[in-house]
Every structure is written in structure tokens, then in C-alpha cells.
């Protein structure tokens, strides 16, 4: 008996999943097996358990195929199509290891297509980088801070450099300021090809990059614009990618710049060593000189610093002076050979050009950061240069300061110093000297600012700290000239002249049209002498002669003290300066510096008319003019009261030192005192320059009031201050 089991429903076939067998069964060969079999019968059991999951959860839909890349379908649509016609070349290249028909290392070697095709690939591939690497390179927008900020140079009177301000010393130059035998020079040593190549050296870049990948450094090869990129877009690291990005941003700029523009952009911002940037400061450090005076022998040594300053700089070590030596005649030589400098021009140098010991641009700390200061303040304000145009540099300032007065000046104070400290060496710790020169038409010649700028940052001579005394007085005389007196108070002016007599007596009581004139305390108000000394009648020229202070201090009251005022301010004097317009203003209440005290002075001399003092004379911005408003000018006084102050002040020189010039000099000048003893003071003329003198006693560390001078202002017949200024203007003849 069998027992028959019933046959399972027939299952719903999912076409899609289905395992179909060929009628006739697996061919034979086929690589499908049993195990393959199994695993598809597999995979259809779990797709069908994921599609029953799916049909339990019909909220769940499938993910869309994500969409082939451009690149994906290129390939999909194209590939059949060059299969056919690609890939039995393809085949002959593709190496196969080892090489069937081939013994031994030659299995191992490449067929002569596979190597060409090996070239030609590496060749496309290259030339495609470098397109792609040259279109994504943009030339920077901000150059490097050092390759745009500059230093201000200063010049004395006469041209030569005096100064220069900055954290760098470079001053840009025009193309055309260079002279062409200083650029070939340059392009000798540096890149001859440089007007025809396209701004990178293949060659020299090959050779550097086989010189750092086998020896472990690097070698330069670079051209002028690839320097010049480095040197104002790049840093100075010695790496691959530097130089790969230099060699880009080089080609681009050959196409965006002309070469002048290059050259001339190089010769700004190459270092020349002793801290200088630029041809035009490298042929101030080592030659002093502007570079437009370089002959073809200095520029060849130039040249051969851009090789490495601390490597060619002679005076750094007799090494350095053979390397120099050498390199400076093959770049002249070298010069020869390209068909810039004849054999017979060539001849004519055979001595090594030495340059200078030193650096003559760097600042001293001393006299000259004073005249720095002064020139710094007049060239920002009366050429409109804000600070932040100022400190960016590039400007040179010729100044009107007199390299010759400046050290006699400073040598003269230099000797009252030194002398007060051994006569006086308790009261000469807190001595203070100010001196300055002015010419007649304004130029400031000469100050002397302090022992050192570094320890005393303030300019003695641009200080109002002290009253000027009876150096005043000559101001007090040229009011009353002027404008005469009035001894009521609605009359009419009187005229005066150097014959109009003055009680010259000590202790005269000051008188007002009213009557005698009472200071606050309710006490009559005098005039004294020095000394206590009386005179009697004497004329005001007479007065000023002999620094009789009593006529002039009534003068001033006839005169009026707003006249007075007046005629100080417009002979000079600042008007922050002046004193209060009370008696005391006529004896020198007023606290003028020494420049003002010499501009007043040489109004005098200058037939009463008044030129503002200045002390820069020209400003050029990278060789271009800058304007520069012209000092102003006015007239202070007429001539005549001119000079007849001029004559009194002739005749007081004479008084006090008879055989201090000839008969025939033009020399005027006049002591001044302080009633407290806290100043003296000396200011005179002579060859149409005026000199201010004053010397005091402050003790900064404890307040600003003047001190008593306790014997430091000499003797009357032998005033310091006198010294200083007959030292400083000599010869008096």
C-alpha cells in the first residue's frame, strides 16, 4: 500500500527572480555550478523574504539609482565604440612580466612602444599640469610688507645724506634715473638674457630641481623675474613648490609687465646688504652717492652683492674682499662679452672700486635725530603728508641744515658743557644748553638740540621754557620806532627816534597817563637795572647799547603793550610764547626759543622784513617732486626802524667786546639777563645769519621751573653764553 503525499500549491514565481534553466539543461563548460546554483536559488529566497518584508510595509518605497556621473556616461557611450579601434594598441602597450619570447633581464625590459607611448603620456599629462597649474595662478594682490615700505633719507645743504628714518632702507628709483651701464652691469651678473627670455629659465630650473632632489639643497637658476617675484610675493624658503609657484606667477607677470617695468621693480627690492633695499640706497651705504653718479666699475661691484651681501661686502673680512675682487672683474669682463662695455673702457678699470667703511646713512642718536625731528615736522605739514604717508617712506627731505655750522655750533656747546662740569659740577647736572642759526632769509643752519636725542628726547632749541630777558628789549625799541609814543591817553602819537631821551635810573617808578602803575598786591610797579646801576637822561639808542632796562620798560607802556606784542609776533616770536601783557613784558617776560629769538634777530638784519625760519628746502617722493608751500613772508617793520635797531645792537656788540671783529665786520648782538637769575642768554648777527643762545638750570626729574644758574652763565665781561656763540660764529671778520 503507498502512501501518497499531496503536491504543495505551485508558489507565485517573481519573474524577475527566477533561475531559468535551458531546456536541453547547463551546457556543458559552463562555468555555472552547483555551488552557483545554490547560491542563487539563495539570493531568490532572500529577495523574495525582502520582497514579502516590503509587501508588510507598503509606507516604505525604494531608493531611485543614483544618476551615472557625466564622466560615467561619456565612458558607457564611447567605449564600445573605441574598443575596437583602442584596444589592440592598448594591448601591445600594456607590459606584461615577464615579456613572453623574451630570456633573462630582457623579459623584464619594455618594448620600444610601451616606451614611447610611456614618453608621450608623461609628456601630455605634464603639458596638461602646467596649463592647468598656469590658468589656476593669480599674480598676488598685496605685495610683501618689505617690498613696499621704504625709508626717508635727509640731506644736508649741500646734498650729501645727513640721515635716515624707517625700520627698512630702501628708496625707490624711475628706470630712467639708473644709469644703463648700472643695468647692464646688474643683468651682466645676474641674467644677460633678460630682454629676450620669457621670465623663467627652463635650463636654470632644471638644474635646480636636480641639484635639490640629488643633493639634498638647492641651486638657484632663477631669472631677474623670478627673483623679483620672490623677493615682493613670496618668502625665501628653498623648497620645490616655492620655486614652482615662483616659475607661474613669473610667467604670468612677463605677459602682464613690460621688462622695464621689471627691471626696475628688481633694482628697488633687491637686498644690497648694511641694511639696504634697492640700488638707490645700496649706492648711498657703500659710495655715498646717488645712484644716477655710479660709474660702470662701482655698479659691477654692486652687482656682485646681489650674489649674497655677507658673502661680497670687502670691509667684512679679507675673505669677502677676494671674493669681490674676483666676482667684480668677471662681471666686467662678463659685460665685455655680451657687447655692453668695450675692451678699451674695460681697460680703464683695473682698481677694485672700495667702498666706504660704513654705512653713512645710519642715524647717530646724536645732533642729527634733532635736525631729523625738526625737518620730519616742517615737511609733513607744509607738504600736506599725513603719518601714515610719512611712515610708508620713499620720500627725501634736503634739508637747509649746514653740515660745517652744525659741527662748529655742537663742538662750541660741547666745550661750555664740558667746562661747566669741571667749574660747576653740582649745578651742571642740571644744565641745560640751547643754540640755533637762522639766515636772514629763514633757512635754519644750525640747532643744537641737547647732548643726546636717545636720553633727552626734547630739542632745546625749539624749547619755550625760559623768559628771554633783556634780549626782549630790541622788540621793545622797534615798537616805539614804529609806531611812537602817547603819554595821554586820547592824544595824539609821538614819533620817537634813537636820540629820544629816557630816565635811565635804577628803581623809576612805571607811570601809566593815569599815573604811577599798581600790580595786584597794590604796589607801585619799578624798572631795575643790573646791578642797580642808574644812568640818568639817556637815549633809547644809547639804552639798547648798554642794556639799560628802565627806559624801555616805560617805553613799552607809552608805546603800548598790545603794539609791543604785535611787533614781537610779526619780527618772529610765536604769540603762545608771549607774556602777559603787563610791564614786565618790555624786560623779557616772554619765553621765545632759540630758533624764534634767531628769526626775530634776523629780521632786523634783513631791513625789517620777516621769512617764516624753515628747514626743508625740497621733497622728492621716489625721485618725483613733491610741492612744498613756500615759507611765508611778510614785512615786520620799515626798514628804517630796522636798522637802526640793527645799528644799536652794532654798537652793544662793540661795547661789551671792542676787539672781537674787525672795524669794517657787520656784527651785532646783545646779551640778555634775567632779573631772577634763572637764564642768560646771547643773540647777535653777523654775515646775514642770526645765532640765539641760552643757557638755564632745570631739574626735569622734580619740575619745569627754572632754576637760579649759581655761577654756570660766567661773568660779565666772559658770558658762557657768548662763548658759545662768538665759537660758533667765527670768523667774526
Known amino acids: 500500500m503507498q502512501l501518497k503525499v499531496p503536491a504543495p500549491p505551485p508558489a507565485a514565481a517573481d519573474e524577475t527572480m527566477q533561475l531559468r534553466i535551458p531546456e536541453g539543461g547547463i551546457p556543458a563548460g559552463s562555468d555555472i ?152 652691469a646688474v643683468l651682466a651678473a645676474e641674467n644677460a638674457s633678460f630682454y629676450s627670455d620669457p621670465g623663467v629659465s627652463f635650463k636654470g630650473i632644471t638644474r635646480a630641481l636636480f641639484r635639490t632632489l640629488g643633493a639634498g639643497d638647492t641651486q638657484g637658476g632663477s631669472t631677474i623675474t623670478q627673483q623679483y617675484v620672490k623677493n615682493v610675493y613670496l618668502n625665501q624658503d628653498q623648497t620645490l613648490s616655492r620655486k614652482f609657484t615662483e616659475a607661474m606667477i613669473a610667467l604670468k607677470l612677463d605677459n602682464k609687465m613690460s621688462k622695464d617695468e621689471i627691471l626696475e621693480s628688481y633694482l628697488n627690492t633687491s637686498w644690497f646688504g648694511r641694511g639696504t633695499y634697492g640700488i638707490q640706497r645700496a649706492a648711498q651705504a657703500y659710495y655715498g652717492k646717488d645712484v644716477s653718479e655710479l660709474n660702470v666699475s662701482e655698479a659691477a661691484f654692486l652687482a656682485s652683492l646681489l650674489k649674497g651681501a655677507g658673502l661680497y661686502d670687502p670691509t667684512l673680512s679679507k675673505a669677502n674682499h677676494e671674493r669681490a675682487l674676483e666676482r667684480w672683474e668677471w662681471i666686467l669682463d662678463r659685460m665685455v662679452a655680451i657687447g655692453k ?168 617808578p612805571v607811570t601809566t597817563p593815569e599815573g604811577p602803575y599798581w600790580d595786584r598786591s597794590g604796589r607801585k610797579v619799578a624798572a631795575r637795572n643790573d646791578g642797580g646801576r642808574s644812568y640818568g637822561q639817556i637815549s633809547l639808542h644809547r639804552a639798547l647799547a648798554l642794556s639799560v632796562n628802565t627806559p624801555f620798560m616805560q617805553l613799552g607802556m607809552d608805546t603800548g603793550l598790545e603794539k609791543v606784542r ?77 636798522r637802526e635797531v640793527q645799528s644799536a645792537l652794532t654798537d652793544a656788540f662793540r661795547a661789551a667786546h671792542p676787539d672781537a671783529a674787525p672795524a669794517s665786520a657787520e656784527v651785532a648782538g646783545k646779551v640778555g639777563t634775567t632779573e631772577n637769575d634763572t637764564a642768560a642768554w646771547y643773540v647777535g648777527t653777523a654775515k646775514k645769519v642770526a645765532t640765539a643762545v641760552v643757557v638755564y638750570r632745570m631739574d626735569l626729574n622734580k619740575s619745569l621751573e627754572p632754576l637760579p644758574l649759581q655761577g654756570l652763565d660766567g661773568t660779565g665781561t666772559d658770558s658762557v653764553a657768548y662763548g658759545i656763540w662768538s665759537r660758533a660764529m667765527s670768523p667774526l671778520g
Open 341 to 508: 662695455l668695450s675692451p678699451q673702457e674695460r681697460a680703464k678699470y683695473r682698481t677694485f672700486p672700495a667702498p666706504l667703511e660704513s654705512n653713512p646713512l645710519y642715524d647717530t642718536g646724536e645732533q642729527s635725530d634733532y635736525l631729523v625731528e625738526l625737518a620730519a615736522q616742517y615737511a609733513k605739514k607744509n607738504a600736506h603728508i599725513s603719518d601714515k604717508e610719512f611712515d610708508l617712506g620713499g620720500y627725501q627731505i634736503y634739508t637747509t641744515f649746514d653740515k660745517n655750522r652744525e659741527a662748529q655750533l655742537t663742538d662750541a656747546v660741547t666745550k661750555a658743557r664740558k667746562q661747566a662740569e669741571k667749574d660747576h659740577p653740582k649745578a651742571a647736572k642740571t644744565a641745560h644748553f640751547g643754540a640755533a642759526s637762522i639766515a636772514t632769509d629763514g633757512r635754519i643752519l644750525a640747532v643744537y638740540g641737547g647732548p643726546d636725542h636717545r636720553t633727552q628726547g626734547y630739542n632745546e632749541s625749539n624749547a619755550t621754557t625760559v623768559p628771554a630777558g633783556s634780549a626782549f628789549l630790541p622788540f621793545v625799541y622797534a615798537a616805539g620806532l614804529e609806531h611812537g609814543v602817547r603819554k595821554t591817553r586820547d592824544g595824539d602819537r609821538t614819533p620817537v627816534t634813537g636820540e629820544t631821551l629816557y630816565n635811565g635810573d635804577d628803581g623809576v
Open 33 to 184: 555550478s552547483a555551488d552557483s546554483h545554490n547560491s542563487a536559488i539563495s539570493e531568490e529566497s532572500d529577495t523574495a523574504s525582502t520582497a514579502s518584508d516590503t509587501s508588510r510595509t507598503p509606507s516604505r518605497r525604494r531608493r531611485k539609482a543614483p544618476r551615472p556621473s557625466p564622466a560615467a556616461r561619456l565612458t558607457a557611450a564611447l567605449g564600445p565604440r573605441l574598443a575596437p579601434v583602442l584596444g589592440p594598441y592598448v594591448r601591445r602597450l600594456r607590459p606584461q612580466y615577464p615579456r613572453p619570447g623574451r630570456t633573462g633581464w630582457r623579459r623584464w625590459v619594455p618594448s620600444w612602444r610601451q616606451t614611447l607611448g610611456g614618453f608621450l603620456a608623461s609628456l601630455g599629462l605634464s603639458t596638461l599640469f602646467l596649463v592647468v597649474a598656469y590658468a589656476a595662478t593669480d599674480i598676488p594682490d598685496n605685495l610683501n610688507t618689505y617690498a613696499t615700505q621704504q625709508d626717508n633719507v635727509y640731506f644736508w645743504a649741500d646734498g650729501t645724506p645727513m640721515a635716515r628714518t624707517g625700520w627698512v632702507q630702501r628708496q625707490a628709483m624711475p628706470l630712467e634715473d639708473v644709469p644703463e651701464d648700472v643695468r647692464w
Open 566 to 642: 604785535a611787533t614781537a609776533e610779526a619780527a618772529g616770536l610765536l604769540s603762545s610764547s608771549i607774556g602777559a601783557q603787563v610791564p614786565t613784558l618790555s624786560t623779557g617776560s616772554s619765553t621765545p626759543s632759540a630758533i624764534r629769538m634767531a628769526s626775530g634777530y634776523a629780521t632786523f638784519a634783513a631791513d625789517g622784513v620777516h621769512i617764516e625760519p624753515y628747514s626743508v628746502r625740497r621733497i622728492t617722493h621716489n625721485g618725483h617732486k613733491v610741492d612744498l608751500d613756500a615759507p611765508p613772508t611778510r614785512r615786520a617793520m620799515g626798514a628804517d626802524t630796522a
